[in-house]
């Protein structure tokens, strides 16, 4: 049986989800290539690894939203997959 992202993610995710906040786009104007940027090569993969494994299972939006919702962040995207793709993009950069 494959393992269920959703029931433990990784402390990275909660690191990450923290940089959205209501001024976000203001302090991060290039969204999530902004917010990785500064980050080491270990951290990205890390995040990275947890994203493809979000996108590879067989989760669908409101599971991704309900994963989303676990952090203490007070923004979300309005489609999880698409915003997930984008995030892979830029980590991979």
Known sequence: MARDPAANPPAIWFEF????HQDFCL???NGTD??????STNKKKELLDFVC????SEAGE???KRIWNKTVTDWSAPKMRPFLIGLRKSLKN
């Open 53 to 56: 494994e979000l996108l590879d």
């Open 17 to 20: 989800s923290e940089r959205f």
């Open 62 to 64: 409101g599971d991704l």
């Open 27 to 29: 302090l991060y104007p």
């Open 34 to 39: 902004d917010i990785v940027s500064d980050w």
